[in-house]
């Protein structure tokens, strides 16, 4: 699995160079064949023409900016990250200048004042300034700031902006130093200025790259692609000499791929990655449950038609559950199991047909043994679903992969850590949360690292010596949709183990289980039974508690999920 892991990330990364290479391969070998062959290829284009395609260009990838804002703008309440709503609204006013610059250019209809070159160039490099260091403010922003502003007050900003540089612009073009004189061509502030755009776009470019080989980022390859293009556009427009030539028209061509590629990175990123990864971790919770929603789904018309079939359809329904809960009783470990000289008991009682429990123990490495026990909220096919969910997650958080080593053992903090922000971008219902307990036991130190996401329910340790008593684990926070409210810190804790020493793992289905009377079993009467049996083998003891607890509340009419096992060095 780690193997495969790097291949995987080493796949990425050349791919992203594969790309990267070849855009830039491309954009230099059209500039070149154009130089090379320019008294076949250059040619200035009539300006009826010229201003036709010219507006299609503009309109386009101003559509295309416009539809950037609107997927981040529309988004942002789901993930209120800073850096995708500076974005958004970065777009939301390059593509109003965009849409300004066409409107200015020479020969379209008098926009307001008269069209100019130099009030068209000033549009189109102000544009372009924004664009470039905007890029680089977002590169900047680190993806987990999160902002409680409201996106209206950004939206707000951005339209006052637009509108100072629309009068600037439009009403006071003397204030710009000139940018293009009609015979002469672009002047050395507009070219110094292109130059300048660039070197922002490089240092962009690097700050992304890093990004990416770091952390992954889906987006980052579209965003370097796009950097390409944009530079090359830029340097496109250092090299024309007339509005309507062949290197102004290839800069815009190059700026509408750019504009594409910065869309479909964030497209990807935000809305369809998200979205297929939960997809593939729902079909996969849900495969026992797939054909009994289609039984229902067809069978719902004709059970109002024939009643008659209710019978068979029950009969059917109890038959797919019991299948549900075979699979979900699969995924558990062996009742009696040896890992690394450590054995392990275990009892696993549902209220329902299928649990809201989940616990496991297994093989890290020849030293280390992973043990965790999950209590989800609720009963039945939901709760089920979270635990599959929740024994997905944590088996890919038992490892950290770093580039001076195979891997390294991630602690039992961090994976609850890792585990509260993954449950937070699942799109589980906000009531759902659960509490656990993980932990990991290097059987060289004989020492046990544990952490507790709210589990209320401490092991409880059986000396070899006859002392016994709960573990000190502190009180963690539940595994729940509260991550930009509340992001809890959760503790690493420690305990030494001796040869013979046992450790009992339970949910609160044991010690929350009422009689007739509404009397709780409770953890006292738990913990005197233990005491009453510590001599006797770890099965021995499950038994007894299963039997004492039967006496108090029959097994059959359970309200909660009951599971229990123990861990015996």
Not at 367 to 392: C, K, Q, W
């Amino acid at each position: 699995m780690i193997g495969l892991k790097r291949i995987t990330d080493n796949k990425r990364i050349n791919e992203l160079y594969l790309f990267l290479s070849a855009s830039i391969l491309f954009c230099a070998l059209t500039i070149f064949i154009l130089n090379i062959t320019s008294e076949f290829t250059y040619k200035v284009f009539s300006q009826n023409t010229y201003l036709i395609i010219h507006l299609l260009m503009e309109f386009t990838s101003a559509l295309i900016g416009f539809s950037t804002f609107a997927v981040l703008y529309y988004t942002f309440d789901l993930f209120k990250q800073l850096r995708y709503i500076f974005l958004a609204n970065l777009f939301l006013v390059v593509s109003f200048i965009d849409i300004l610059h066409v409107m200015s250019y020479d020969g379209m209809p008098a926009f307001l004042t008269g069209n100019t070159p130099q009030k068209a160039t000033a549009y189109w490099i102000i544009g372009r300034i924004l664009m470039s260091i905007g890029l680089l403010v977002f590169s900047l922003l680190s993806k987990e700031r999160k902002t409680k502003i409201d996106r209206k007050v950004f939206l707000g900003t951005s339209i006052l902006i637009l509108m100072i540089i629309f009068i600037i612009v439009t009403y006071n073009i003397g204030l710009i130093p000139p940018l293009f004189i009609n015979g002469v061509g672009l002047t050395p502030l507009k070219v110094t200025l292109e130059y300048i755009i660039v070197g922002i776009n490089v240092l962009t470019s690097f700050i992304l790259l890093r990004e990416h080989r770091r952390f992954k980022s889906g987006h980052a390859i579209g965003l370097l692609i796009a950097l390409v293009f944009s530079n090359f556009s830029e340097l496109t427009f250092t090299l024309y000499v007339n509005v309507f030539d062949t290197y102004n028209l290839l800069g815009h061509i190059f700026k509408i791929i750019a504009y594409f590629a910065i869309f479909k990175a964030i497209f990807l990123s935000t809305i369809r990655n998200p979205y297929t990864q939960l997809s593939e971790v729902q079909n996969e919770l849900k495969k026992y449950a797939d054909n009994l929603e289609k039984l229902v789904d067809e069978k719902t018309e004709e059970l109002v038609e024939k009643n008659k079939n209710l019978i068979e359809m029950n009969k059917k329904i109890l038959e797919d559950l019991e299948s549900a809960k075979e699979i979900q009783e699969a995924l558990l470990p062996q009742r009696v199991q040896e890992i690394n000289g450590v054995n392990f008991y275990s009892k696993y009682l549902p209220c329902e047909r299928l649990s809201g429990d989940f616990y496991n123990y297994f093989k890290i490495d020849d030293e280390n043994i992973g043990v965790y026990i999950i209590d989800v909220s609720g009963h039945g096919v939901p709760a089920a679903m979270l635990t599959i969910f929740a024994s997905r997650i944590l088996k890919g958080n038992i490892f950290d992969l770093d580039e001076e080593s195979d891997y390294s053992i991630i602690s039992p903090s961090d994976v609850v850590s890792n585990f509260y922000e993954i449950f937070n971008e699942s799109n589980f219902p906000d009531e759902n949360y659960l509490v656990m307990f993980y932990g990991i036991y290097n059987t060289e130190r004989n020492e046990l690292t544990y952490s507790s996401a709210g589990h209320n329910c401490p092991p409880m340790i059986v000396k070899r010596d006859g002392e016994v008593k709960d573990i000190d684990y502190g009180d963690g926070f539940p595994i729940c949709k509260l991550e930009g409210i509340i992001d809890p810190k959760y503790k690493d804790y420690k305990v030494k183990l001796t040869k013979g020493d046992k450790i009992l793992f339970y949910t609160d289905g044991i010690v929350e289980a009422k009689d007739e009377n509404d009397n709780l079993y409770t953890a006292d009467r738990l913990e005197r039974l233990v005491k009453e049996n510590k001599e006797n083998a770890s099965q021995e003891i499950i038994q007894s508690i299963i039997q004492d607890l039967s006496s108090h509340k029959a097994l059959d009419k359970l309200e909660d999920d009951v599971t229990l096992f123990i861990m015996e060095v």
